[in-house]
């Protein structure tokens, strides 16, 4: 491709966010009308997280190495018993305790007796206040929110990566109709992989509505949810998982939960996420393990 | 060994004031946290500290870290790093179940975020571009890692590599991104 050492670093500026608002603007015109610079910018964006992945990890086995030849355990051995001199909460802000004491123990009242003149007009109120927390468990959902934002956040890292994948290279396109069709793709999932959610989802139905593509469906859900609409979401990834989802089925899973966690319906994040985590495959199944313990 | 001597070879790229700091802190740390954390094994305490080792080094690079914002000691500094890596292992890991963890004050060191939680279809592509950049051998291999993950200059690098000028640098650069993309699209 012509240019391709100024396009890199062109591209290496987009990714490091050093580009102004006319240099963006240009890069999302190329990126939509060049091909050769579309595939250069895809590449791109994969090799240079993988040269630091690969630089990572080599320095990471060197240093381990030299730990492990340089020192025996009965050197560490010595060191384990000054630990003990060591608060992992004063010098670090750690708490560790036995998994019991999260246990809440009910202690009941000593002397039933003297308690026992408690009118009824009393547990009466007791009990409606109860309800009153209960409701507003229920309807503010603070817990479910907090959920979402590390299931999403922290443990899913963001919105799905658009990756592109080998598959679509494959896709032989015949017909004006189907070529079509497949331009308006390719711009969805541009879109979507710059992060302009709303874009991508008109893109994305206007492919759906002559094509029912599950992987297409699945990013629709993803950049739903990006655009912060879980009750849309929700019926698009369920759609998916009713009609064969195969490969498709932990990831959807999972993004369904979080679109249920986002919508505030804590129950039935939690029963799609208990079966990912019994039935899952791949890594979903570690995340839906993970965000599960907090529940 | 002066913190802030330390932290400024490091910062040029001596890879040697690295592995002092390691080798310094390394029976210390690793006592500390197989004691509290008694199912870790040495190997899972190995891992850890070289990761948190890898995180401090990439704050130092990438500037988050300099000899004015060090609050404390560089090896308090590390041992945080180091104790919050340990709680995210921790977590992780089923044997860990029977202990309950509160975190009573938050940690205000931050670092880049570990690969381990990569998709499995982007841990695949990464393996794939390290696999390309063995077949791609040095001098490119280097080259490529000083540019992107050392965040050496050009300058530094035709210094580093024996290169006539910074130009010289960037011109091989260009030619081993071009190399390494053909490898990459090969496979």
Known sequence: ?295 | MNDLSVLQRIHTGDQVALEEVYLKFHNEFLGLILRKFNKLTREDAEDIFSESMVALYENITNGRLNDKNLSSTLKTYLFQIGINKTLAFVKKDSRFNDIKIEITKNSEIFYDEDDESLEIETENKYRMVEACLTDLGNPCKRLLELHYYHRKRMIEIAELLNYKNADVAKNQKSKCMKRLRKLFNKN
């Open chain 1, 1 to 295: 491709m012509e240019n391709e050492e100024n396009y890199i670093e062109f591209i290496e500026n987009y990714l490091a966010n050093k580009l102004t608002k006319n240099e963006a603007q240009e890069f999302e015109e190329l990126c939509q009308n060049n091909e050769g610079f579309k595939s250069l910018y895809l590449d791109i964006k994969t090799i240079l997280p993988g040269i630091q992945y690969s630089t990572k990890k080599e320095i990471k086995s060197s240093l381990k190495k030299m730990g492990l030849e340089q020192f025996s355990n009965d050197d560490i051995e010595l060191y384990k018993q000054k630990a003990d001199q060591i608060d992992l909460q004063k010098s670090f802000g750690v708490k560790i305790s036995p998994k019991e004491a999260k246990q809440v123990h009910f202690i009941p009242p000593k002397n039933q007796k003297t308690t026992s003149w408690f009118s009824y007009k009393t547990m009466a109120i007791a009990a409606s206040i109860a309800l009153l927390i209960a409701a507003y468990l229920v309807f503010s959902t603070p817990k479910s929110e907090s959920l979402y934002d590390l299931a999403y956040n922290e443990i899913g890292q963001g919105p799905y990566t658009y990756i592109n994948s080998d598959d679509e290279n494959l896709t032989v396109v015949r017909g004006a109709e189907a070529e079509k069709l497949e331009s308006i793709k390719q711009q969805a999932y541009n879109a979507y992989s710059l992060g302009q959610y709303k874009n991508a989802i008109d893109f994305f139905n206007e492919v759906l509505e002559k094509d029912e593509d599950r992987k297409v469906k699945f990013y629709l859900g993803n950049a739903l949810l990006a655009n912060n609409q879980p009750e849309l979401a929700i019926p698009v990834f369920n759609e998916i998982l009713a009609k064969s989802p195969g490969e498709y089925e932990p990831r959807t899973k999972w993004y369904l939960g979080i679109s249920f966690l986002k919508n505030g319906e804590l129950e039935k994040a939690e029963l799609i996420l208990k079966d990912l985590a019994v039935n899952g495959k791949d890594s979903y199944k570690g995340k839906a393990e993970k965000i599960l313990q907090e529940f």
